[in-house]
């Protein structure tokens, strides 16, 4: 049996999946939404800062939110929407 084509055809396989990730995670990367420096009220108030809007993201991963539901509301259908609950009234 010829092993060479075998080793061969696993280096490509590897390959051509770590090629596919890295595409596809710099895609994911680049189409990130942008995070403001800082959010202000038309007086000058600042209503929140980038580091808030971080801060917030650690905590939604940290209870697991990346697996039930979704911050913006798409995913709503099949998971509360927590925006919602976290919005100002």
Do not use: C
């Amino acid at each position: 049996m010829h092993y060479r084509r075998l080793w061969f055809s696993l280096g490509a396989v590897i390959i051509g999946s770590f090629a596919v990730l890295g595409y596809f995670g710099r895609e994911i990367y680049r189409m990130a939404p942008p995070i403001p420096e800082r959010v202000v009220t038309s007086d000058g108030h600042i209503l929140f800062t980038g580091q808030d809007i971080k801060d917030g993201q650690n905590v939604w991963q940290s209870i697991g939110g990346q697996e039930v539901g979704t911050v913006w509301g798409h995913g709503a259908y099949v998971a509360p929407d927590w925006t919602a609950d976290w919005l100002p009234s």
